[in-house]
């Protein structure tokens, strides 16, 4: 073994990775709970005298086809649940710092929520991702020119520290809370793209499947953070979700800073065993160049652009994200607005999804490596079967989803099966593109995120469009999640390919005879076969 004594250098990198990345989806996330509560109730709906605006109730309120009737003042209607213990989630237990700032500047505190509309909601929900794909490619350059610890590091805890200022801009104007979530996506859009570099400099290629579950963080961030959110809300107020996000961030960057360090080399703690392990398994004798100091050969970026394989890869990716995004963003309103589940029961039923989500895909990624290992299909086939699993299944439990209607049991079932199966992406699209071009993985993986990250920010504003609170909008908008989802799922199955692109090791590239780089392109095609089974792994 590398290491003698305490825990190693590389085990201490996994665990500050795992919580860096459950920060970083905690950033995007807490709107889509917060939102819940901020909203001042409708008057579309009346259960009795008191009013709801959840479409779904056991008598009287629901035709045969499940759609939800308007009841007036004089209609008595039984809502599934206590009308208080619905409405807790618009109670405010304890007096947040902005609305006691209201209070003392004689502002409107907003006791009853903000009057923002459909439209609105889906703004602030899409904001995030308006211009997050600007920083993907942008990521990996700066970590490899300023190292991984920085770019890492600063892009989640900036985004953390934006979520202080979140309450008051709320206040202030919603158009300004837009504002603070345009700049965290993309601050935050940097994080991903750059853990690849560190990975390269730390983790030998027979540790990389186990260290690439680090990035799971990010699905078992959303599992956990919904219910707890949800606790928050319910406990004190929606103020205090943003509060707890700007300072379990700064903790959390606090001991990355301590911790972390971009090489083993740079590590003043770490054991000499250890370091002369990692540095033999990753062909270092010395200490490594600064990666801006290191020779890079040109990108073939004609060929990567009119590569047919990339875009049906791109096709899948778009369709997946469509989805995933849409039930993500949009479960705690669903299940709010729909079904009248209060604050907790929204949060927990809205998080479990994607701890079955990163369960699958470790499973999912088992059965593709023992397909392949054991020849019993093609790499295209195992690729094309992920695709077919994360988005035309995904489609049809989408589906289910839509034809639910009142029953939140199945709408459950079918939103749990949905985003669970959209696991398989990482032995399907995602390991597609490392197949089909080791050399430049990451620069399409930069490419890819690029595009498909866009249906985050179309798709809250196009359910802002359609509107949130009856059974019949909501069945449209998963018409839609779903539609989309089976055509770019059938569509990959029939042209996607996993071969090694030509381009991936052109000779004509300028700079393909320097034999600096010769030297450096038998290390990369060393390591990224091993790259191709451990991206499976990675969520999107």
Known sequence: ????????????????????????????????????????????????????????????????????????????????????????????????????????????????????????????????????????????????RYGTKLVFGASNVIGCWLCFLMPIASYWDYRVLVFLRVLQGLVCGLAWPAMHHMAGQWIPPNERSKFVTAYLGSSVGVALNFPLFGYIIARTSWEYVYHFCGVFGTVWYVAWLYLVYDSPAEHPRIHPNERKFIESSLGISHQPERASEKHTGATPWKQIILSKAMWMTVVAQWGGIWGLFTLMTQAPTYFNNVHGWGIEMTGFLSGIPHLCRMLFAYVFSIVGDYLLKNELMSRTGVRKMGGTMCCVVNGFFVLGLAYSGCNSALATIFLTLATAVHGAVSTGPLANLVDMSPRYAGILLGVSGMISVVPGFVSPIIVGMLGNHTVEQWRTIFLLSAGMLIVCGLIYMVFADSTTQPWNTSEALPGAGDQDELQSLKGEMATNTEQSRTVRLSSV
């Open 1 to 144: 073994m590398a290491t003698e004594g305490a825990v190693s250098a590389r085990t201490t990198l996994w665990y500050l990775v795992f919580v860096g990345f459950a920060v970083n989806y905690m950033i995007r996330i807490n709107t889509n709970i917060t939102i819940v509560a901020m909203i001042k109730q409708s008057n579309r709906e009346l259960a009795g005298k008191t009013k709801v605006d959840y479409a779904c109730y056991d008598e009287g309120a629901v035709q045969a086809n499940g759609s939800s009737v308007t009841a007036d003042e004089s209609t008595s209607v039984t809502p599934k649940q206590d009308p208080a213990g619905l409405l807790r989630s618009r109670e405010q237990k304890i007096l947040s710092p902005e609305q006691m700032l209201m209070i003392f500047l004689k502002r409107d505190p907003q006791r009853d929520g903000f009057d923002w509309n459909e439209y609105q909601q889906g703004v602030i929900l899409g904001a995030f991702y308006w211009i997050h794909w600007v920083t993907q490619i942008p990521g990996g350059i700066l970590a490899r």
